[in-house]
């Protein structure tokens, strides 16, 4: 195992180059063996997402729903097996405001991008 590490350090931009073409040639293979592990490894994976995005682990996840009451930060509804929380962020900063349900943050998303425009338009419509 030692030997193979050490290989791997000495030859690691041969070994990427490998690692792209064999994944361009066998993308199907490639594909089905990623969603096997996936399936297979849900809590590291959900793990590994909320840290490399959000730099959260999924106890610091869990504390600020139970902060929350297991409630959506923007409408208040209540998180259920079909409607659970996502992380709720700031994308030029970075920084992890709170949990909400996936449609408030599409909403919120979209008001960030057009809520100037909206308001004006609405202003605007005479309606």
Request: glycine residues 8%.
């Amino acid at each position: 195992m030692v030997y193979r590490a050490e290989y791997y350090k000495a030859n690691k931009d041969k070994h990427k180059e490998y690692q792209k073409r064999y994944r361009t040639n066998n993308r199907e293979r490639y594909l089905e063996s990623c969603a096997k592990y996936r399936a297979t490894h849900k809590s590291e994976m959900r793990e590994w997402e909320l840290r490399s995005k959000y730099g959260l682990t999924t106890q610091e996840f869990d504390s600020r729903l139970i902060a929350q009451g297991n409630k959506c930060a923007l409408c208040g509804l209540e998180f259920t097996e079909r409607s659970r929380p996502v992380v709720d962020h700031d994308h030029s900063t970075g920084l992890v405001r709170g949990l909400l349900h996936r449609t408030c943050n599409s909403f919120l998303g979209f008001f960030e991008r057009y809520g100037k425009e909206a308001s004006a338009y609405l202003r605007n419509s005479g309606g």
